[in-house]
């Protein structure tokens, strides 16, 4: 479960971990282990957008993770034990990938991709990108075909009922 907050994060933080705990109350959230062990459970939460990294890392038993904004400078000194996954913007990465070219993305943006999730998966982290093209439909689909083929860990999608079609 993907947490976005949008506002301040330092003030918003403590009110998701509050809110959590029907879910952990019931056993269903992932938890962290003496900062050492992950015992995996039905819903891992991830919070993205300005959810503050000095309040989840540092913590040594949580049920809570956070996104590890792929290439961001702190992305270098994550692991995943505080961030199972790390994540950014498919359009300011690789441009505008509309044109229906094929393949959908030059030798340069698909070695970029390769770096990217290569540097991820050395670390023991899963990679996803966000503002992933939707139109033209075919471009969309290959674009979400090459991240799989390539071995992004999550596809983000907004049409689920496409991505249920096509996969």
Not at 38 to 48: E, K, N
Not at 123 to 145: A, L, Q, S
């Amino acid at each position: 479960m993907f947490i976005d907050l949008k506002t301040a994060g330092p003030e918003t933080w403590p009110h998701v971990i509050t809110a959590l705990k029907p879910l952990r109350d019931a056993g269903y959230l992932s938890t962290l282990q003496n900062n050492e062990t992950v015992i995996p459970g039905p819903v891992t939460v991830i919070g993205t957008g300005n959810t503050p990294l000095n309040l989840v890392a540092p913590v040594a038993d949580r049920d809570y993770f956070i996104d590890g904004q792929l290439g961001s400078p702190a992305f270098a000194d994550l692991t995943p034990l505080i961030a199972p996954l790390a994540s950014t913007s498919f359009i300011d990465t690789f441009g505008n990938v509309n044109s229906d070219t094929d393949p959908p993305l030059n030798s340069s943006q698909l070695g970029t991709l390769r770096d990217q999730i290569a540097a991820a998966k050395s670390k023991g982290i899963g990679v996803r990108y966000w503002e992933t093209p939707d139109w033209p439909i075919r471009r969309r689909n290959e674009i979400w075909r090459t991240l799989l083929r390539e071995g992004v860990a999550l596809l983000n999608a907004d049409d689920l009922g496409a991505v249920g079609k096509l996969f």
